[in-house]
């Protein structure tokens, strides 16, 4: 599904199994980039998926990771092997997954057990920046879904578009969800003046005013 001419969503319930999380593709130039990658479940669609795009296996660098629950982490093991790109996940999330806890990764919800995963960059600040190809991506640290939940904003075509998984929780004490920082985080988000959020699970909105009533 085609967002802008640099942005697609490759992955999701519909694209490549019930279970996953949406799944977006970046391409800038000559590097590309993901943003979560599913359970795994639906791993040969996603690289049929990402194949349709245009855009070659050796252009995608990095797997940026919004939070640590299996529904966005599951398969990110697969798409490492598969495009050798480095994984991205902030620090606070990154304990989970490298540790293999699937309590907090939410593992356990969807009947399984997470694998250690060893992650290549650690997000320690509020906000940093990455270079894809021509562009650059920011992240932003916004817990209270998870400790570490994080959401990536790029340019593309003049509109800002923010990946937010899980804007909308749930909030549950079992993944560690902190109710105060995630209204603080809801509230940053609306900061921002988003032009399309690509979510996690409700779709995408396009347009500041249809962002900024679902936040």
């Known amino acids: ?12 319930d519909s694209l490549t199994a019930p279970e996953d999380a949406a799944i977006y593709l970046i391409c800038f130039g000559e590097q590309a980039a993901l943003i979560d990658a599913g359970t795994g479940k639906g791993h040969e669609k996603l690289i ?27 398969g990110a093991e697969k798409v490492r092997e598969e495009f050798s790109c480095k ?14 806890d699937s309590d907090v990764t ?24 990455f270079l894809v190809g021509s562009r650059r991506i920011k992240s932003f640290h916004t817990p209270g879904h998870s ?7 790029v340019e593309s075509e003049d509109k800002k578009i923010l990946f ?4 909308h929780g749930p909030l549950d004490p079992s ?30 909105f396009e347009g500041e005013r249809n962002v900024q009533s679902f936040i």
């Open 106 to 129: 939410a593992a356990r919800w969807y009947g399984k057990v997470l694998e250690p995963l060893k992650v290549d960059h650690k997000i320690t600040s509020f906000e940093e920046s």
């Open 175 to 204: 993944i560690l969800s902190n109710q105060e920082d995630y209204i603080k985080s809801l509230k940053f988000l609306l900061s921002l003046k988003i032009d399309i959020l690509c979510e996690g699970h409700y779709g995408i």
């Open 1 to 12: 599904m085609q967002i802008t001419k640099e942005v697609w969503q490759v992955g999701g």
């Open 164 to 167: 937010g998984q899980d804007v």
């Open 147 to 153: 400790p570490g939940s994080v959401v990536y904003l």
């Open 87 to 100: 994984i991205v996940v902030h620090e606070l999330d990154a304990i989970y997954l490298e540790k293999g």
């Open 48 to 74: 049929s998926n990402i194949e349709k795009c245009g855009v070659n296996a050796s252009q995608i660098e990095y797997l940026f990771i919004t939070h640590c629950h299996y529904d966005h982490t599951g």
